[in-house]
């Protein structure tokens, strides 16, 4: 079970099984000079995340508000931003790695990149928390299955041999694992973000093989891999692995749909008594009245 502090985290992730496609840019700004855009009202003491850009060149984000709107960050060079916000948020760099980085109220990060265009993101109090925040960077620089690389794949393999793009996707959450238990080992993390990045990496997975396999082959698949598919409903539904971490709730949502839809139900109807039957406390409100 996450605890309180995932679990708020949580309302900002982006199921990230649609694999974080490239966003258009627009002329949205959430620095306090143009704090409107962002609801906020200036005359509130609000908490606030701040982000220092040490360097000289703009640097692009994106996040999810509690709204599930997506808002954009152009940091600026040599400038600072407020984030204004009382829940954590789940920053991700709109560049080829597509790096994320998790960051709570009342922080203040100092952001810089490498020669590869890759944001450093960092507390400069040299603990774990500057250890989470560099485990994304660090790993997507390392594994051998990036963000591109799994986006031409998915292209590639979805319709013409499914079977070999759910080993890619297997191989993807194995070496992804792997590299956690390496890096944890050298920069420790706490706890709570360990869970949160083993969330992440199991919803990542279930959901690719749902959306890019099952989904996107609809009527084309095997019997039996069909069948496997559906039998993930114990882990996801029925037993799921992390009930109250919306991450999973949307990986839920998704599952339902594939199923039903798969059976050629009415949608919305199955998917209402399934949550009602089978899910409880947050899980079953956020899906229910989300």
């Known amino acids: 079970m996450i605890n309180f502090r995932i679990c708020g ?18 002329n949205y700004d959430i620095s306090v000079k143009n704090a409107s855009n962002n609801y906020i009202d200036t005359n509130k003491i609000m908490d606030s995340i701040v982000l220092v850009n040490e360097t000289k060149k703009e640097i692009h984000f994106f996040y999810y508000d509690k709204f599930d709107e997506r808002s954009l960050i152009f940091l600026k060079p040599l400038s600072t931003i407020k984030i204004y916000t009382d829940y954590p948020i789940f920053l991700i760099q709109t560049n080829q790695y597509q790096n994320f980085y998790i960051l709570y109220s009342n922080e203040r990060i100092y952001v810089s990149i490498n020669d590869i265009g890759n944001a450093i993101l960092k507390t400069k109090k040299y603990g774990l928390r500057d250890n989470e925040l560099g485990f994304s ?27 070999k793009l759910d080993s890619i996707f297997q191989k993807e959450y ?10 944890k080992q ?14 992440y990496l199991i919803s990542h997975l ?32 029925i037993n799921p692995l992390y009930g109250d971490d919306i991450w999973f709730n949307k990986l839920q949502y998704t599952f ?25 406390g947050k899980a079953r409100d956020r899906l229910l009245f989300g």
């Open 9 to 26: 985290l949580s309302m900002l992730i982006v199921l990230c099984y649609t694999l974080r496609y490239f966003h258009s840019t627009c």
């Open 137 to 163: 960077r660090s790993m997507n620089e390392s594994v051998e299955l990036t963000f591109l690389k799994i986006a031409k794949y998915a292209v590639k393999y979805s319709k013409k041999n499914y079977l």
């Open 174 to 183: 194995n070496d992804d694992l792997f590299f956690l238990a390496k890096y």
């Open 186 to 199: 050298k920069k420790p993390v706490s706890g709570e973000y360990e869970n949160l990045i083993r969330a």
């Open 206 to 237: 279930y959901g690719e093989k749902i959306y890019f396999i099952g989904m996107q082959n609809k009527g084309s698949i095997s019997s039996a891999y069909r069948k496997y598919l559906l039998s993930l409903e114990d882990k996801i539904i």
């Open 256 to 280: 339902l749909k594939y199923k039903y839809q798969d059976f050629g139900a009415n949608s919305l109807d199955s998917i209402y008594a399934s949550v009602k039957k089978y899910l409880v």
